[in-house]
């Protein structure tokens, strides 16, 4: 295998040149970068990704733990994420928790032991959670997204979900509904707590009543949505308008609409929470509260890598004032 001695030796240059060459880190003429290149190619070099991490102590790799869920939600994040990722020239290594606590952990592990340089977490079951690996790796940058309170160091991304809540119940007040219900995420989830806090400043503001026959907490999946819509059937008359807190649990509730003959939105308006891409292609198409997915994924790897760079200051710092 072809060293960078070996270029060097064909070029007619230093090593330290072609190492500037191919690795972008100082100006070289035009002429002698086309030399290295050439000898490069002639020899087929190809840097070794494991030796330059080793020596740049940066792997320009990103972990990323999601929840399963049948929630386009998360996909069109991750989407953000990973063309974030691309556009700065750094991988992504993706592990799916499926909901699990010790397959969280044990991916969060897996992601450390292989030297990612940082972690985005997007994962309901961290919330309130105590992670002891974190403890062990002190120096890892990580960035949480999505959910509520955590119990290790990082740094945030989320939506506004009280404005959003509220917004979404403002509009319906607004088209002249008086009566408006609510189904909610789980409520131990912060995001749902303060879509449905939202939702009840929006009431109180207008003076108008909350009744909680209308209001039913569900699981922000589509058959969460159905069945929370059959049972506010069951529980008596309908109000004339929901907030459904995020567009899966909305799509599971037009779904039931249509199968009872409730028409919507002459009989029962519905407005959902996310703007997730394929609520337009409902009929009727989905009213919804937009969240910004690929920028809110654009803003998580940005964080993340502003906090690589202040770690690597700091450990340069910190190694050469032990000289």
């Known amino acids: 295998m072809a060293t960078m001695k ?49 020596k740049m102590n940066r792997t320009r790799t990103i972990g990323m733990l999601v929840t399963t869920s049948t929630n386009p939600f998360f996909g069109e994040v991750v989407k953000g994420v990973e063309r974030s990722c691309y556009h700065q020239n750094y991988n992504l290594i993706l592990c799916n928790t499926e909901g699990d606590t010790e397959r969280m952990k044990a991916s969060i ?40 309170p955590m119990h290790f160091e990082s740094d945030k991304i989320q939506d506004n979900s009280f404005l959003g809540g ?7 007040i607004e088209n002249g509904h008086k009566e408006v219900g609510c189904i909610t995420g789980p409520l131990n989830r912060h995001q749902a707590l303060m879509r449905y806090e939202g939702y009840k400043k929006a009431l109180k503001e207008h003076h108008l009543v909350i009744n909680p026959d209308w209001i039913i907490e569900s699981d922000f999946e589509c058959d969460g949505g159905a069945k929370s819509l059959e049972a506010l059937i069951e529980r008596g008359p309908l109000p004339s308008s929901l907030f459904v807190c995020n567009d ?44 910004p997915k690929y920028r809110l994924g654009k803003a998580a790897v940005e964080t993340l890598l502003a ?17």
């Open 6 to 54: 070996d270029i060097a030796r064909l070029a007619g240059v230093s090593t330290s040149t072609v190492s500037h060459v191919i690795n972008k880190t100082r100006f070289v003429s035009e002429e002698i970068s086309e030399r290295v290149n050439n000898a490069a190619k002639e020899l087929n070099y190809a840097p070794s990704a494991l030796a330059r991490s080793l």
């Open 166 to 172: 509220y917004l979404a119940t403002k509009h319906l």
């Open 307 to 323: 906090k690589i760079d202040k770690t690597d200051l700091a450990l340069m710092w910190f190694n050469s004032s032990r000289h």
């Open 109 to 148: 592990d897996t992601l450390l032991q292989k030297r990612v340089d940082g972690l985005i977490l997007m994962c309901a079951t961290l919330a309130g959670e105590k992670l002891d690996i974190f403890e062990q790796y002190p120096s890892i940058p990580v960035v949480v997204m999505d959910w509520g």
């Open 248 to 291: 899966m649990m909305a799509m599971g509730a037009l779904n039931i609409a249509h199968a009872k003959g409730i028409k919507v939105p002459n009989e029962l308006s519905i407005i959902g929470y996310d703007d997730i891409h394929i609520a337009k292609y409902m009929t009727p198409s989905l009213t919804t509260i937009h969240q």
